[in-house]
Structure formats: structure tokens, C-alpha cells
């Protein structure tokens, strides 16, 4: 059964077409218009949008492909220009510095396909689906496995990378495979075991040195092992359980970005930050939550550094007081050298 499938052509990189534009801040821009396709390469394009933080600066420059065939075209652009490639999902799990990111921001959010096969109990969806879409469309076919996934706020690209969890499980426990994409534009299926999971983390992370740059992939697609046949009533039943639980135990009334910390076991980050007293301490815009001390929320006009040196001192007081290093589960992106002053 396939459940989305989403248009659009293939990039290609040859004869390229350039126009001139005013971005809001009447600061001119460019556009970059790959002939005869709907994919275009835009110059400094606003991140904020892109973020559930809804702070960051600029992407030097910023593509959203449609399909494998586009983000191919794209990464074969940045190669040939030696640009330094960043990729982004949902920007449910990021933090972009104010100062913006370097080089080709590649948006997977309209890569989109799902594909729920009853033969095999499979589902095979493309990087840029809703992670909560896929767990209702699961429920409401009597598919059994990720009701978990209903308040996890990303795509299946995402929870591949960082192995999203909730309620004791994980994208590790269910994965069959991931298609990925090379640097240089190879697509290769890789298993769990190959991925390296770990405790919301993978081998795909990949670090900042330039080795490490030059071995990320990019998550294309992934085959999740579901369990169909179960009443579907009864599947949805348990799906909205876990959606209340999350909204009575966590805010969404202001942009977060999820949990900000990895619980260091057998604690849990929210506790060891309560405990700390430092529930509702603000940084400018930015406050840790008053309804769960491991959310970092934007009350209204913070900035990438607000947030930025709110996690920094969380880390230095809960040191000091438990001697416990917390590590952060949100990834920063761009330059925060001196952003504390």
C-alpha cells in the first residue's frame, strides 16, 4: 500500500541559470535555477524557518531536492564547487548558530514516499516523511511497533540518523535497512549493525574533521519492521495514550527542540536539572521549561546563542553540583565561539 509519492524532476547541473533577488532584509540574493526542473539553489536563504527552534542565521546556500535523482544533482554541484555539504531534516533536533552555515544546507524534508508491504510487514519510507504521520498511518492499518513514534518531532531520515526513541524503544530495534547516499553520489543499503547504534546516536553523525566530513551519508530512505494484523481500533487506541502522555509531560507551547540532553543512566537529564534548581532560568528568550527541565524553550524572540549559552550553563551547574557530565542530544551546527561573551 503506498501511502505518498511525491513529484517533481531531476536536477541536472549543467547550463545554469542565475537570477537576482531581494531576501526581506533587502539584502540581494541569488537564485540558482537548474534548466528544466523545479530545483533550485538559493543564496543566502534563512534557516530560522527551517529550525523548531525557529532561530539561526543564513544557509550560504540551500536546496531542497524532490528525489534521489535531484540530490544527486545536488551533491555533484557541491563537489565540483568544493563546497562543504551540511544536511537537514526537520530541524527538530538542531540548533543553528546565528551566524548561519557555510557551504550547500541540503533540506531532505520533500524527499517523500511510504510504502507499507503486507507480505512482508515492512514499511519502506523515504527520508523526508513525518515520523508522527507514519505511526498514525501505521495505527489506523492495525500495524503494531511504532506507536512509540507519535510525539517524536522529525523525519524518518532524522530518527535514522540520531536512532529517535521513546518508551523504551528505538529505530534501532526495528530497522531492517538504510538507503544512503556517498559523497560522491553512490547509493548503498546499510544494516543496523554497519549504522553502529547506540544510545540516541549512530555512525551517521559523523563528526567536524574533514575525514570525518568525507565518510557522511545521507539518509535516502529506510525499511522499518512492523507487525500487521492486530485490530486497528486497538492500535490507534494506544498510539493517542502515548500522544497524551507526551503532551501532558512535555510543552509545545513555545519552539523547543525536543530534549536537549541524553539521560546519563541511571539518571535522567530533566531530573538532575530540576534537582539543580534551575527550572524556569532564562537567558534571554530562551527558558528551561517549567514542564520538563530537559526542554530548552524560545519564549519569544531568543537567539541561536541564547540557546547556546543557556545548554552551557546547564552542563557547568549540574557538573559542579553532581559531577556529572550531561551530553547534549540537540546538534549545533555553525560557529558559537565567543557567543557567551
Avoid at 522529525?154 to 530518527?159: C, K
Avoid at 524503544?169 to 553502529?196: K, N, Y
Wanted: net charge neutral; glycine share 10%.
Amino acid at each position: 500500500m503506498t501511502i505518498s509519492q511525491a513529484a517533481g524532476n531531476v536536477c541536472t547541473v549543467s547550463s545554469l541559470n542565475t537570477k537576482k533577488q531581494q531576501t526581506p532584509n533587502s539584502v540581494e540574493s541569488e537564485v540558482i535555477y537548474l534548466p528544466n526542473t523545479d530545483c533550485a539553489i538559493k543564496s543566502q536563504a534563512s534557516l530560522s524557518a527551517f529550525t523548531s527552534y525557529r532561530v539561526g542565521g543564513e544557509a550560504q546556500l540551500y536546496v531542497s531536492p524532490r528525489n534521489v535523482e535531484a540530490l544527486q544533482a545536488s551533491l555533484k554541484y557541491a563537489k565540483e564547487r568544493d563546497l562543504k555539504v551540511t544536511t537537514l531534516g526537520a530541524g527538530s533536533n538542531l540548533l543553528v548558530s546565528d551566524g548561519g552555515i557555510s557551504g550547500l544546507v541540503i533540506a531532505t524534508r520533500h524527499l517523500r514516499f511510504s510504502h507499507f508491504d503486507p507480505k512482508t510487514g515492512q514499511l519502506t519510507v523515504a527520508a523526508g516523511e513525518s515520523i508522527p504521520s507514519l505511526a498514525w498511518a501505521a495505527a489506523e492499518l492495525g500495524w503494531e511497533g511504532l506507536e512509540w513514534a507519535v510525539g517524536i518531532p522529525g523525519t524518518a531520515g532524522g530518527a535514522v540518523v540520531m536512532n529517535a526513541g521513546a518508551h523504551n524503544s528505538c529505530i534501532a530495534d526495528m530497522l531492517v535497512s538504510a538507503q544512503v547516499l556517498s559523497p560522491d553520489g553512490t547509493l548503498e543499503t546499510l544494516t543496523p549493525d554497519q549504522l553502529g547504534y547506540s544510545y540516541r546516536t549512530s555512525l551517521l553523525q559523523g563528526g567536524e574533521s574533514p575525514s570525518e566530513r568525507l565518510r557522511q551519508r545521507i539518509v535516502t530512505q529506510a525499511t522499518l519492521q512492523l507487525a500487521p494484523g492486530a485490530d486497528p481500533a486497538a492500535v490507534v487506541a494506544i498510539t493517542k495514550q502515548h500522544k497524551k502522555h507526551r503532551l501532558s509531560t512535555q510543552p509545545y507551547n513555545f519552539p523547543s527542540c525536543g530534549s536537549v540532553f541524553r539521560n546519563p543512566k541511571p539518571y535522567s537529564a530533566g531530573w538532575l536539572i530540576e534537582q539543580t534548581g534551575l527550572k524556569g532560568y532564562q537567558i534571554g528568550g530562551a527558558q528551561v521549561a517549567l514542564l520538563h527541565a530537559n526542554f530548552i524553550v524560545n519564549r519569544g524572540g531568543a537567539k541561536a546563542s541564547d540557546i547556546f549559552c543557556l545548554i552551557r550553563h546547564i552542563q557547568h551547574q549540574v557538573q559542579e553540583r553532581w559531577s556529572i557530565n550531561l551530553e547534549p542530544e540537540v546538534k549545533m551546527i555553525g560557529e558559537f565561539q565567543g557567543a557567551c561573551g
